[in-house]
């Protein structure tokens, strides 16, 4: 792994510990969607749960957790919520570790999971994602969206998420050719495989026309380019590659785990038409792994809007710039295609409860390296992608899979 | 470090590394108090570029960034935050990492910072906390840290955090006699060390009698056994002790770094009159540095309400449980006796902008061991300790310091 550095031993204080190999035991998700029934600590327990069973795990062998929620404090009045959780787990008094990048929170505590483990620190950490987002009305919910971007110069202007991905999607057609058709197909695609996903909120299929003659939110945009207001929860559990094989048959090790930064308002970018932090994440992770986009079977990107897809599948190197509308119609990213992106419907059909979303990826991949992800399985898949994408693009975040 | 684990080399994926001396190399803070005039961007940057200076850094020096806030969603409409801070200070594309726990929010971001450099992944982090609390009404402020302890069971009854500190005031004088002077001698105390800090936001002692005549918040509570609601920010630069020397005369090791959680709701808890998460973290950090609490000669602890600072000095080990009351009184712990607490006023005096505290707490006691801490100087400061809490306990992080 290039990124992390050497050193020489320093003094008696140190202790030798080698960067270790970092595997997935045990997966688990609540079903995404509108849970009027449940509130946020249920969603969290119920994946947990399942995350502790499917890893044969006991609560007192976990070391450590991490959670991603962007903003339980907005949306549901409470902070301090890794530490609510590892109460209500059982898990005290283990560290317990929020970490927050809007949408990509989740990935961001993959992201600390795994150095925790990597390191030598811990041996089993649990790392959760979960937001409870319909609890407030949904202007509640956009406004508080909108503290992913710059709220002084975007939200407090009026330019909520989807105008401002709609800037992008005309700068993309200006520049590429890309059409709304093209953009549809990837709503279409995602709708179809969130169909075969029981977890996923929405359960089937849209076609083109269904598409393009939704409701428009923000030109071109229309309802059914955007993800979802989502309750859910998802949690992996992860150990050294070591104690990985007395947990699982079929542990999928984490073999890159990148993250970058850019800048928090749009019009601060050189380009409207690329995420700069998922292009250096995906570059660092392809040199950790020593692997490059081509080789990526399955992949869950980023689709918070259609165009947000076509950007990823450019961005991570699958498609050249500006090819990303052409391709996903061509069907290259279909099902079993060349490389199958948002099995699980992505946030656009699978739902986008926004702290669980980067956590829930590394569940459908980890499902899909495993060979068990049902109807929606991709035959012989070895490496996959998970990409998760703060805000409009201000933090990315990329980890690489393989069946160990 | 006797939590960190060896594991034995595994592929050819691994790299050697070794859990690494960490050192604090440069260190700065805004003023604490009432910011009319300045915005939660320009606290932040106005301690980060100080720390820059007094660390010699160049941006493009720093490898990663931590930042600790608690409610900026909730206070300033912003989430997002540490992509924010990379963002204005310059540094992007490093990985950018916020964390959350109450208000031990800076406590933790210290932690992950410590734990980055140790384990050898990254060389120079900048480790940031801070809170804007003054653009929202106080009602607003009191229901957002409202959210670091369990809403549904506490804030939703009407148990705001002066009312559940009462509940363990009440709890430590039946159970040890504490008396109200008692508690009001820890706010005399910290308003005397205040007056001696010009970055303090109360500047002036206040008497026995003040304290006890102020207004009731909640039985037994006054205003002035509360801390105040502040903006500010703190920032300190961690590198390797290898590295440390290129940029610091007088690096200040980091010796230990401990968290531990406890229940989030008070009523779980088998005691009133202990913090269990302190204790625990506290037993760890002594462990890991090979010191007892009766070594510490300067400490900076959480005194978000004065019977906060009584029962954090019985937890540390400093004295008897039961015994804080009459020991603050008696002196034990003003500046310059047995061991100095809050030498920078503290919480109460200093004033506690959630997120920045914890990073606070170790500028001070950086300046401390530094020798540099002006009229408020610990005579031969060796040892320093901070202790940093989230709402009425459920995370605890304690730190130990010392000179290189």
Redesign the interface.
């Known amino acids: 792994?290039q990124?992390?550095?050497?050193?020489?031993?320093?003094?008696v204080?140190?202790?030798?510990?080698?960067?270790?190999?970092v595997a997935i035991v045990g997966v688990g998700m609540s079903k995404f969607g509108e849970h009027w029934e449940k509130?946020f600590r249920d969603l969290i327990i119920e994946a947990g749960v399942q995350a502790l069973q499917d890893g044969n795990l006991k609560g007192e062998e976990i070391d450590a957790l991490y959670g991603g929620t962007?903003?339980?404090?907005?949306l549901?009045?409470?902070?301090?919520i890794?530490?609510?959780i590892?109460?209500y787990m059982g898990?005290?008094?283990?560290?317990?570790?929020?970490?927050?990048?809007?949408c990509a929170s989740g990935g961001?505590a993959l992201?600390?999971g795994f150095?925790?483990v990597?390191?030598?620190?811990?041996?089993v950490v649990v790392v959760g994602g979960v937001e409870k987002m319909t609890d407030v009305s949904t202007a509640e919910v956009t406004?508080?969206l909108?503290?992913?971007?710059?709220?002084?110069w975007e939200?407090f202007m009026g330019a909520t998420f989807p105008s401002i991905y709609a800037l992008m999607a005309r700068r993309h057609m200006k520049e590429y050719g890309t059409s709304v058709e093209q953009m549809a197909a990837v709503s279409v695609k995602n709708h179809l495989n969130a169909a075969k996903n029981k977890f996923a909120q929405f359960q089937k299929p849209v076609t083109l026309e269904e598409v393009l003659e939704s409701k428009e939110v923000s030109s071109p945009l229309k309802v059914l380019d955007c993800s979802p207001i989502t309750d859910g929860a998802a949690v992996v559990i992860l150990a050294?590659?070591?104690k990985a094989k007395k947990y699982s048959d079929c542990p999928i090790e984490i073999?890159a785990s990148a993250?970058?930064?850019?800048?928090?308002?749009l019009h601060?970018r050189k380009s409207l038409t690329e995420l700069?932090?998922t292009q250096?994440a995906a570059r660092k992770a392809f040199q950790q792994a020593g692997v490059s986009a081509k080789d990526v079977d399955v992949a869950e990107v980023h689709d918070c809007f259609t165009i947000a897809e076509i950007m990823a599948i450019e961005d991570l190197g699958f498609v050249e710039k500006g090819k990303g509308g052409k391709a996903t119609e061509d069907g290259f990213t279909a099902l079993n295609s060349d490389v199958s992106v948002n099995t699980s419907g992505g946030l656009k059909g699978c739902g986008h409860p926004v702290g669980a979303t980067g956590v829930k990826q590394a569940v459908e991949i980890t499902w899909q390296l495993r060979g068990k992800a049902g109807e929606r399985q991709v035959k012989n898949a070895e490496l996959g992608l998970t990409h998760n994408v703060?805000?409009s693009g201000?933090?990315a975040v990329v980890h690489l899979f393989k069946k160990c």
């Open positions: 792994m990124n992390f550095k050497t050193s020489k031993l320093e003094t204080y140190c202790v030798v510990v080698f960067m270790r190999r509130g962007m903003a339980a404090g907005r549901i009045g409470q902070e301090h890794t530490a609510l590892a109460d898990l005290n008094p283990i560290p317990a570790t929020r970490v927050e990048a809007a961001l992201r600390q150095m925790a990597a390191s030598g620190l811990h041996d406004t508080a909108g503290g992913a971007g710059d709220q002084e939200l050294s590659l070591e073999i993250q970058a930064s850019d800048t928090i308002a601060d700069k932090a250096i703060g805000g201000a933090t």
